[in-house]
């Protein structure tokens, strides 16, 4: 404390009293414990590292190489250290050069160069978002337009890089190309595949069309690849014909295409009407069939038995008639063997007409089910226009999809029964009528063999 201070205090004391006294004394006293506490601090820190620095410079001493060592280290640092800056040093200078030449060329960067940089940038920036990550013309790495947003000065690099890329675009325009790149499969794998890219329009591999994602611009097959354009696919990609199906919306047409649904896809669309409409007409078409080709069989065997009636068998329904006339006793008059006859001929009527009323029933029923499936449809149809509104028409589409598709498997599945129907009538009505005709013929030989030689004379 300065000995200027003391009279300051000492009056300060006298006007404070003796408690004033006493309370500078205990300050004055604390004061001076901290400044101890302090220098007591520093200096135990000090002979501590002191300390530390006698028992390291001991050890160096009882092990000289362990000192050469830490020789050996610190030289290494400090070289280290130094050329790092010298390093900085340079890249202080580069930068300091760098940026004095480019202040000397700003003055180059005049109105023309100024406005032609806001062009090149404007039409990049336009360029790569119409390719972007979509195009089949930007496959190869590099092929797209560089970026000019962070260009200050327009240099003539520049420009050539951007002609040169735009002439490169422009000529794959006009050219059909085979590459190897990467292409995921209808299930997700990846693998490197060739494929044929022509132009701007499309790209394949030997039987599937090839589209680019507009996310991260990935190759993969189409889901579906029209039929009709699958042979023109392979046909062209093994050069066997120079003949392509090219889509002028690049896309559109072929992926309305691809949506159409195939034949099984239709049929999954009626839902269980639908099913069961199809199980009925399937059911139909088989018993009508096995019962036609039957009513063929007895055709050929009745056509057999009318040309030798000498040898009556009894595989055929005319046979079986005959056989059955010629156990009659014949005395029996006339109209008892008639109706003898005709009993037999009604007893081959159930077989020569059998599955004709089911085949009939079953072809009323499936216009009626298509009906019940189109009420079914419509009723799904409305339903989600009251949920979800008439915003979206694909939330619709399988209701419609059901209304129609069961309607027309409903007359798909009528009509063709109705054909069988009416053949299996015109068949057996057919041998019916032989058969009778045949069985009348007999009974009259019958008649006419027993009848008088002479009438008696009429008075």
């Not at 414990?33 to 007591?40: G, L, N, P, V």
């Not at 699958?230 to 392509?244: D, K, P, T, V």
């Not at 499936?373 to 209701?399: E, K, R, S």
Request: charged share 20%.
């Amino acid at each position: 404390m300065s000995r200027y201070c003391l009279p300051v205090y000492y009056q300060a004391i006298r006007r404070l009293g003796c408690v004033g006294a006493l309370l500078v004394l205990v300050a004055l006293s604390g004061v001076s414990m901290a400044h101890a506490d302090s220098a007591t601090s520093l200096r135990e820190a000090r002979e501590a590292a002191e300390v530390r620095d006698q028992q390291r410079f001991m050890r160096f001493l009882d092990d000289p190489q362990a000192l050469e060592a830490a020789l050996e280290q610190a030289r290494a640092d400090y070289q280290a250290a130094e050329q790092q800056h010298e390093a900085l040093l340079e890249q202080q200078a580069d930068q300091a050069n760098q940026a004095n030449a480019l202040s000397e060329r700003q003055p180059e960067q005049g109105e023309a160069l100024a406005g032609l940089l806001a062009s090149l940038v404007r039409h990049s920036a336009e360029l790569r978002n119409a390719f972007g990550e979509k195009s089949l013309l930007t496959l190869e790495d590099g092929s797209l337009l560089p970026r000019l947003d962070d260009v200050e000065v327009l240099e003539r690099h520049q420009i050539e890089n951007v002609v040169d890329r735009l002439a490169a675009l422009t000529a794959r325009t006009g050219r059909a190309e085979r590459l190897t790149l990467p292409i995921a499969d209808a299930n997700g794998e990846i693998a490197t595949r060739e494929l044929v890219r022509l132009g701007e329009f499309a790209a394949f591999t030997e039987s599937k069309l090839v589209e680019r994602s507009e996310g991260d611009g990935s190759l993969a097959v189409l889901p579906r690849t029209p039929d009709a354009i699958s042979g023109l696919l392979a046909a062209y990609y093994q050069g066997e014909s120079n003949l392509f199906a090219v889509d002028p919306t690049q896309g559109s047409v072929l992926q309305a295409l691809a949506q159409q649904p195939s034949l099984w896809e239709r049929f999954q669309q009626g839902g269980y009407v639908g099913y069961v409409v199809v199980a009925l007409g399937i059911f139909g078409l088989t018993i009508g069939l096995g019962q036609y080709l039957y009513l063929v069989l007895v055709s050929v065997r009745v056509h057999r038995q009318r040309q030798s009636l000498n040898q009556l068998q009894a595989n055929n329904p005319l046979g079986r008639v005959l056989l059955r006339f010629e156990g009659l006793d014949k005395h029996q008059t006339p109209e008892a063997l008639e109706a003898r006859l005709d009993e037999a001929v009604l007893a081959e009527l159930p077989r020569l007409e059998r599955s004709q009323p089911m085949v009939k029933l079953l072809a009323a029923i499936a216009p009626l089910l298509g009906l019940l499936g189109t009420v079914t449809g419509m009723i799904v149809t409305f339903q989600a226009i009251t949920v979800f509104g008439t915003g979206d028409p694909q939330l619709m589409a399988g209701g419609i999809s059901q209304a129609l598709v069961t309607t027309v498997l409903g007359l798909i599945t009528a009509v063709p029964l109705l054909f069988v129907q009416t053949a299996l009538a015109g068949r057996s009505r057919y041998l019916i009528h032989v058969i009778e005709g045949q069985a009348s013929a007999t009974l009259a030989d019958h008649l006419e063999s027993h009848l008088p030689s002479s009438l008696p004379a009429v008075t």
